[in-house]
């Protein structure tokens, strides 16, 4: 039988850590969404500093966990370094990245950066994410995306529900088709919307979309939930609220990605 299956939001927000009481709802903790089977966390999308809330939210780890980067900007890598199971060798870890995820990661995560070396780590595999992988009955498949030095999305299929992955991309560029193909009959969109239409013109070639770019990506895709994600710094509870209700005058399916958040699958 199939195990149930779903994925949990562990952090949304883009760039940097924030905190305090205007975040509280939608989180400070960078990017990072645990993939969940039968109970049993089994991998992770991103290893922002989102990951260390995984014991906060009671989540429980296999052995053997798979770690899927979509880029090595510090927002999407500093769990790792705080990742207890990782250093204590509790749990099994292969990170899979673009390019060469062993050489770029052990560059930031080592000294002078960071007391010790990634690659000291018995138990780490690194291995590069260029197609489908097949992790505990999910399928998880990387495709490009638009964003400074290269990234990735990751589209998961699960046993009901198709969920795809876009946390940092700019709409409105050469990879846009590509990246429908991909996305095409995903049931969610997890998508880009760090900015807000005003703000777009000064951050011209930052790599990052609009709510407007995600609700016309999701229309495109003919996907049926839209979830916003990659929160700007600055953006509060509130003015996520506004950007959610702008959201859906164009796509009415459509909320943003908070931790704890859960996504069949
Ligand atoms: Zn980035």
């Excluded at 638009?146 to 992955?165: E, L, M, T």
């Excluded at 209700?245 to 990605?257: D, V």
Aim: hydrophobic share 40%; aromatic share 6%; proline share 5%.
């Amino acid at each position: 039988m199939m195990r149930k299956a779903h994925i949990t939001v562990l952090g949304a927000r883009g760039s940097i850590p924030v905190s305090g009481s205007r975040f509280a709802r939608y989180g400070g903790s960078t990017t990072c969404f645990a993939l969940v089977v039968g109970g049993v966390t089994v991998a992770f999308i991103d290893a922002g500093t989102g990951l260390i809330n995984a014991d906060a939210l009671g989540l429980k780890l296999a052995p053997s966990v798979e770690v899927f980067l979509t880029h090595y900007h510090w927002d999407h890598i500093q769990g790792l370094s705080m990742m207890r199971e990782l250093w204590s060798g509790a749990c099994a870890v292969c990170v899979w990245g673009p390019d060469d995820p062993a050489e770029i990661l052990e560059r930031a995560i080592s000294p002078p950066l960071f007391p010790v070396s990634i690659a000291d780590v018995a138990s780490i595999r690194f291995a590069s994410s260029d197609g489908p992988v097949d992790i505990g009955g999910l399928t998880i498949t990387p495709f490009a995306v638009h964003h400074p030095q290269g990234a990735c999305g990751y589209r998961v299929d699960g046993p009901s529900r198709s969920v795809a992955i876009v946390t940092d991309h700019e709409t409105g560029t050469n990879l846009d088709s590509g990246i429908l193909d991909a996305v095409r009959g995903a049931d969610v969109l997890l998508h880009d919307a760090q900015y807000l239409p005003d703000e777009l013109a000064a951050h011209r070639g930052w790599g990052h979309s609009t709510h407007e770019g995600a609700t016309s990506a999701a229309r495109a895709a003919g996907a049926t939930e839209l979830i916003l994600t990659s929160h700007d710094v600055g953006r509060t509870d509130t003015a996520i609220d506004e950007m959610v209700e702008s959201a859906r005058r164009a796509f009415p399916n459509t909320e943003a990605a908070r931790p704890g958040m859960e996504i069949a699958l």
